[in-house]
C-alpha cells in the first residue's frame, strides 16, 4: 500500500489534496550527495550500471525534500547501448555512440534487446527502488522515445541541426522507419518489464520530437508513440499503471499528442498551462511547466510562478507540477526546497473542493 | 525603380506572379565563394566592417540564384559592439563579449549607439550594396531584437540554458527591462537609419524569444517588438518599406505576433503554414518556413517540401518563402538551386488569378 499516491491520482484525474510534484532529472548534479556517490562510481555509466548506487541516488532527492513520485535513475540511452552501439561518454561532452547507424547494412543488422537479458540492471534497479522507497512514493520507469533515440543512434551523439537523421528523413524514410519499428518494440518490451519489476507509472520523454517539422512530427514520432501506448501494460498490482508522454517543443500539436493514448502529457515552459488545458485537460492530465530557470529567481519569484502556474490549471485534479525540461546542474538546492514547499502550500485552495 | 518587386509586394499582400523567395544566412558558409571573401577579409568580424567586402558577399547568392530580395550581410551583434562591449569571435565558437552586462552599475552606464557615428560601417554598407545591386531586387536591412540582443549582452555569448539573462528576468526585472528599454531605442535608430541609407524592407530577429515561458514572452520581448514596429520609417523614397518579425519558436504565440505591428511574421518549420495562415494569415503576410535540413534530402524530397509548404499557404499573395531558420553551412549549393527553382516553378499555380 502506498502512504502517497498522489501522483497517480493526479495523473488519472482522481481528486488530491494537493498538487503533487516531482522535478524532472531531480537526482541530479545540482546535489551535492548526487557528486559525492557519482565520483564513488568512477564515472556516469558506472553509476546507472549499478543497481546499489542507481538506488542511492534516486533516494537522494526524497530525504531532502518531500516530493510526490520517485523517479528510477538511469540514462536515457540504455535501449541502444543494448543494442550493440557502443555508449560512451566523453568528459565534458554529452553521450556518444562508438558505432552510430547510417547505412541499409546498419540498420539491417539491428535488432531490438531483450531486456530481461541485457537491461537486467535496470530492472535490479527498479526491483531495489522499490524495495527501499518502502512504499513511502511510487516510482516513475522511463524510456527515451523511438524518434528520441534513434537521433542519438544515427547522429552518434547529442546534435545542434540533427543533420545525419534529417538527411535520412527525407532521403530515406524507410530506413528510420525501420530504426523506429525496431525502437518501438525494445521500448514497449523495455517499459512492460519496468511494469513488471515494480515501475507504478512510466513516461516517455520525446526530448528530441520537437524539431521536427509539423507532419514530420506525426509520422516519425508521434505514429509511434500512439504504438507504445497501445503496447503499454495497463494494470499491475491492483491498480492501473498511468503513462506520461512528454515531447519538449511539442506545444503546437497538443490535441495530437493528447489522442496517442497517453495518461498524462507533459509541457514544457512555452506553453500556457490554461491554454492546454482547455485544449486538452478533458482528456488527459498535465504534467509541467514550469521554467527550471525561475529557479535562479528568488523565493518571491519562484512563489510567484507557482501560484501562476497553479492558478493557470485551476481548481480540480489532473494536474502534477514539474518543471518543464530538467533541473540544471546549477542550481541552488535550497531553491528546491522553496519550490516544493511552494507548490504544496499553495495548490490547497485549488483542491478545497475534495477536503 | 525596382526590375524585380515581387518580394515587396507579397510582404504588402499586394499580387504577385510567384511566390517570392530569399534564404536566411543566404550569404554564409555553404558558398565556396563566400569563404573565400571570408578567407581574404582575415575573419568575420573584418568581413562585416568593410563595406566592400560585405557588399561582395551580400551579392554572391544572387549571382548563383534567383533570389528575390537580397539581406545586408552584417552580425546581429553590431549595436551591442557599438555600445562598447567588445564583440570577438573565438576560433570554432559563436560571438562573445568581453565586458557582458550584469550588475547594476554596468546597466545604467549602458547607451544606445549613434547609427551615424559608430555604426557608419553598416550604412556604407547598406548604400554600396544598394548601388551595386542597381535596381535588380530589394534590399532587406536587419537587426536583433531587444531581448536577443539582451540575451548575448549578458550571457556574453551564446548559451544553452540562458541562466544569466533569465536569473536577471526573475530576480531583477527592472534592470533587465532597463536594458531592454535602451536595446528598443538602439535597434529603432539603427533601422531607420539603415532605411535612410537605401534599406527597403527591414526584418528583426527575435532568435531566442522562444526560449521565454508565454507571460515572459509577452513582457520581455514582444512588447518590445510593438514599440520597434511603432518607430519605424514605414515609407522612404516614395514607397512602403514592409517590415518582418521573426521569433523562433513562437509558434503558439502568432496571434500576439502578429497584433505587434509589423507587416510580415516569420515562421519557423514547427508551425503549419496552413494553420498559421488561418490564425493570423489576414492581418499579416507570412514568411517561412521549410526546414533547413530538408536541403539534405534529394530533389524529389526537396520539390515534395516546396509544393507541401506553397499548398499549405494555398492561393493568393502574402507568403515570402524561405526556410525556418539560417541556411548551415554543410548544405550543397546544388541543393539550393532545386529549392529556387521548384519554389519559382511550383509556385505560379497559386497565383494565376493575377495573370
Redesign the interface.
Known amino acids: 500500500m502506498l502512504k502517497n499516491d498522489t501522483f497517480l491520482r493526479a495523473l488519472l484525474r482522481e481528486p488530491v489534496s494537493h498538487t503533487p510534484l516531482w522535478i524532472m532529472r531531480q537526482a541530479g548534479r545540482y546535489l551535492p550527495e548526487y557528486n559525492a556517490t557519482r565520483s564513488r562510481a568512477g564515472n556516469f555509466l558506472n553509476l546507472c550500471k549499478s543497481p546499489d548506487l542507481a538506488t542511492e541516488v534516486t533516494l537522494q532527492p526524497l530525504a531532502r525534500y518531500s516530493l510526490d513520485a520517485a523517479i528510477l535513475f538511469s540514462d536515457i540511452l540504455t535501449i541502444p547501448d543494448a543494442m550493440g552501439l557502443g555508449l560512451y561518454f566523453a568528459e565534458g561532452e554529452g553521450p556518444r555512440f562508438e558505432r552510430p547507424i547510417r547505412d541499409e547494412w546498419e540498420v539491417r543488422n539491428l535488432t531490438a534487446p531483450d531486456p530481461e537479458v541485457s537491461l537486467r540492471y535496470v530492472l535490479d534497479a527498479v526491483s531495489q527502488i522499490r524495495r527501499t522507497l518502502a512504499g513511502s512514493v511510487p516510482l516513475i520507469g522511463f524510456s527515451g522515445s523511438p524518434f528520441t533515440l534513434a537521433c542519438y543512434m544515427v547522429e552518434g551523439g547529442g546534435s545542434e541541426?540533427?543533420?545525419h537523421i534529417?538527411?535520412m528523413?527525407?532521403?530515406r524514410p524507410d530506413l528510420l522507419h525501420r530504426i523506429l519499428e525496431i525502437n518501438t518494440q525494445a521500448v514497449i518490451q523495455y517499459l512492460n518489464a519496468q511494469i513488471e519489476a515494480g515501475a507504478q507509472a512510466v513516461m516517455v520523454f520525446d526530448t528530441w520530437g520537437?524539431?521536427?517539422?509539423?507532419?514530420?512530427?506525426r509520422e516519425f514520432s508521434l505514429h509511434y508513440l500512439s504504438m507504445i501506448a497501445a503496447g503499454l501494460t495497463r494494470h499491475a498490482e491492483g491498480r492501473k499503471v498511468p503513462s506520461i508522454v512528454f515531447t519538449k517543443?511539442g506545444?503546437?500539436w497538443l490535441e495530437a499528442i493528447a489522442d496517442a493514448g497517453f495518461d498524462a502529457v507533459g509541457l514544457d515552459?512555452?506553453?500556457?498551462i490554461s491554454?492546454a488545458r482547455r485544449r486538452v485537460g478533458a482528456q488527459v492530465a498535465l504534467q509541467g511547466n514550469m521554467?527550471?530557470?525561475?529557479l535562479?529567481?528568488?523565493s518571491d519569484?519562484?512563489r510567484s510562478?507557482v501560484q501562476?502556474i497553479l492558478s493557470g490549471f485551476g481548481s480540480g485534479s489532473g494536474h502534477v507540477f514539474n518543471l518543464g525540461h530538467g533541473i540544471?546542474r546549477?542550481t541552488d538546492p535550497e531553491q528546491v526546497a522553496v519550490l516544493v514547499d511552494a507548490v504544496h502550500e499553495l495548490s490547497r485552495p485549488f483542491h478545497e473542493e475534495n477536503l
Chains 1, 2 share one sequence.
Open positions: 541541426d540533427f543533420r534529417k538527411g528523413l527525407y532521403r520537437g524539431v521536427l517539422s509539423s507532419p514530420a512530427y517543443g506545444g503546437l515552459w512555452t506553453v500556457e491554454d521554467d527550471p530557470m525561475v535562479f529567481g528568488n519569484s519562484i510562478e501562476r540544471t546549477f
